[in-house]
């Protein structure tokens, strides 16, 4: 699980989009990893309209068989959970991570 979470700590280092739910390195959840919304033109948008554009990116996740039950906690801010568990590869962690790209892009423009 620690390297899954070094993985989505790459990522995430790399992404102008996402940032980690928890704003203390030292608190991260390696199991579960919970990404918020942090690209300024989201932050823009109302706090509905960031939870809509989150449940389009976790849809389009679904329907290409990505990456399913990804949304973020009913009561957390627009973003996504990854399980990170010991029952997942790293390989597959890291195969998520472009696809995480690919549907902000795409969801941002619909």
Same mark, same amino acid.
Request: aromatic letters at 10%; one cysteine or more; hydrophobic letters at 50%.
């Given at each position: ?30 199991? %579960?990893?919970?990404?918020? $919304? ?10 509905? #309209?960031? /939870? @809509? +554009? ?20 009913? %009561?957390?801010?627009?973003? $996504? ?10 390989? #597959?962690? /890291? @195969? +998520? ?14």
């Amino acid at each position: 699980s620690e390297t899954n979470l070094g993985v989505v700590e790459d990522f995430v280092a790399g992404s102008d989009w996402c940032g980690f739910l928890c704003n203390n390195a030292a608190n991260l959840s390696s199991t %579960s990893i919970c990404l918020k $919304l942090v690209h300024p033109d989201v932050l823009a948008l109302t706090m509905d #309209d960031q /939870a @809509a +554009l989150a449940k389009r990116m976790v849809g389009m996740l679904a329907e290409e068989g990505v990456a399913y039950d990804i949304g973020a906690y009913r %009561s957390a801010p627009a973003g $996504l959970r990854v399980w990170g568990g010991p029952t997942v590869d790293f390989e #597959d962690m /890291a @195969a +998520l991570m472009p696809w995480l790209d690919w549907a902000f892009q795409h969801a941002l423009k619909q």
